[in-house]
């Protein structure tokens, strides 16, 4: 395991470069770079890149935490910012990717924020009983691997307008095999997927309901509204979730210590951060290792 932490790229995978534009876009076929690392890809996360994988043939798994998900091409994984993944591919796999960051996508979806919500977990779409769907995902991504290829006028506009054709087209088809996203107006959903964000950018650096409340402009009392009749869960419980997450990020694929974990998510009290997770888990963090078979 990692002793210094997560692997967090602000780029592409092995790639530490400064961060992307807002309207960047790029596209990549997979043994380009899968075959640089011998087809298996280290867990990692990317801060605030999106990533649209399209496989056509092979075999290979996506693993997330402790999870091995069997991919079962033709198939599309949605990765989005800050999702530990990783791949083991037969050599051979025949894929791309596309990546995009998250500013960009924020401003592709801003008028579906059920869309983006949607979108907003790491999942593998399947076209297995819809062929015609999956030609429509392929002749969209030709038409934007042509126009990312040429230097025509307006090409940023076009870039958009197909990316946006192709991440509603992927999220129509996902809606066959996945739970349906929660009825919302779009401004709730807005202020929820906003408040997402704030979490994800504060993790080092923690603040209160309030002061999350008073970013957003809204009163603390709408803003756990707003949670509750997305998620039913309180504005608190949606920031103790996400600590969570991270920390079992850190305890499953790092080798430090539960005081180094405790420190990372910036909690001075490494016994709250203790007591918090058995909270939410029902498990002490060392329980918790154990239990995954992690020494």
């Known amino acids: 395991m990692n002793r210094q932490g997560l692997r967090n790229y602000k780029g592409l995978y092995g790639d530490h470069r400064l961060p992307f534009p807002e309207n960047f876009i790029h596209h990549e076929l997979l043994a380009v770079r899968s075959k640089l690392y011998g087809w298996e890809i280290d867990q990692h996360l990317h801060t605030d890149l999106y990533q649209v994988f399209l496989f056509t043939e092979g075999s290979g798994m996506v693993l997330s935490e402790q999870r091995r998900i069997p991919l079962r091409p033709p198939c599309v994984l949605l990765v989005p910012a800050n999702t530990l993944h990783g791949f083991a591919f037969q050599a051979g796999m025949d894929g791309e990717v596309f990546t995009l960051s998250e500013s960009s996508l924020d401003q592709l979806l801003c008028d ?150 405790s420190y990372r998510l910036n909690f001075k009290d490494p016994a709250y951060f203790s007591r918090l997770f058995k909270k939410q888990t029902g498990l002490s963090p060392r329980d918790f290792r154990k239990q995954q078979g992690v020494v």
């Open 112 to 261: 579906a924020q059920h869309i983006r919500l949607g979108l907003n977990q790491l999942q593998q779409v399947t076209f297995e009983n819809s062929e015609g769907a999956f030609d429509d995902i392929r002749w969209l991504k030709d038409r934007l691997i042509r126009e990312l290829e040429t230097d025509q006028p307006e090409k940023q506009g076009i870039l958009g307008h197909l990316t946006q054709l192709l991440l509603i087209s992927l999220y129509r088809t996902s809606l066959r095999s996945e739970a349906t996203v929660p009825k919302s107006d779009n401004r709730t959903l807005t202020y929820f997927l906003s408040f997402q964000k704030l979490i994800r950018q504060s993790v080092h650096d923690p603040k209160t309901i309030q002061q999350y409340a008073r970013e957003l402009h809204i009163t603390t009392v709408h803003l756990n509204r707003i949670c509750q009749s997305i998620v039913n869960k309180s504005a608190l419980q949606l920031v103790h979730d996400y600590l969570t997450a991270e920390a079992k990020k850190y305890l499953l694929n790092t080798s430090c210590s539960l005081s180094e974990v």
